[in-house]
């Protein structure tokens, strides 16, 4: 038996996100049948995470069990010519069976993207958020000193993605090792999370909210009571999709 780590990246633009779904695309459904195709057995494929529809990814990395013996460049070039073109194979190699891609992740990194000028280019809306908003950039810098390090991230979590009352070590508890916001040019502007991990949406809530912050409708004191409120009714608005890149994930 042997144990593969694939390293993926993809337009998540026309896919229902990363988890196979009965009736829709899905990137995870999608690679499970053409590893099936080449492996010859069904796969079931664990990714390091479950990125929402819309969503792209650079390196998101996921692993399956094999007795295949085809080689992994062979596996690579294969995989390549029987995905869609909005998929692909960076990287694919042999790892010990105790290789989790979700369970051994030490951290993961996301980027969101905005444009900030009053017209944004038809080649980049897939790919950036359109906030024309923008006021203050030096206050959402003052926010992410609050959320950097180990808080409860509760008030930035989708309501209803896990039972509240079931037992679980972690609950709502993330640590943020890096929260950055970060001027590309004078139209663009990108934030960055690294943290041990992300409940769902909570980074697009992270974004929502601080962009009130950015347009000056919500205050820095106002946005460190939704941090403690640990309450998803006192944020802002989940930020779109498009604009959110699964950057790389550690091990």
């Known amino acids: 038996m042997r144990n593969i780590k694939l390293t993926i990246a993809y337009d998540g633009s026309n896919y229902s ?42 390196a998101m990395v996921a692993s399956f ?20 073109h909005a998929i692909r194979i960076i990287d694919a190699t042999d790892e010990d069976l105790g290789f989790h891609a979700r369970f051994s992740a030490k951290a993961k ?32 810098l003052s926010c992410l000193e609050i959320i950097t390090g180990t808080h409860d991230f509760a008030s930035f979590e989708a309501s209803g993605s896990r039972d509240l009352n079931a037992p679980s070590a972690r609950g709502s508890i993330r640590t943020l090792h890096e929260a ?20 769902r949406h909570m980074v697009r809530n992270l974004v929502g909210t601080l962009l009130e912050v950015g347009k000056e409708k919500r205050s820095i004191m106002e946005f460190e009571r939704t941090v403690l409120a640990k309450n998803r009714s006192s944020a802002g608005p989940t930020a779109p999709a498009h604009g959110l890149v699964l950057e790389k994930i550690a091990y």
């Open 17 to 58: 996100g990363w988890q196979r779904q009965t009736n829709a695309a899905t990137i995870q459904g999608e690679l499970e049948q053409r590893i099936q195709l080449i492996c010859n057995h069904p796969a079931s494929l664990h990714g390091a995470g479950r990125t929402d529809a819309g969503v792209h990814a650079k």
């Open 180 to 199: 950055t916001f970060i001027q590309i040019d004078p139209t663009t502007y990108r934030f960055q999370f690294t943290g041990d991990g992300f409940l």
């Open 109 to 140: 990194t996301y980027t969101y993207s905005l444009f900030t000028g009053p017209v944004q280019s038809p080649l980049e809306r897939l790919y950036t958020m359109h906030f024309p908003d923008l006021r203050c950039p030096q206050n959402i």
């Open 65 to 84: 069990q094999t007795t295949s013996t085809i080689g992994c460049p062979a596996l690579i070039k294969g995989l390549n010519s029987l995905l869609p």
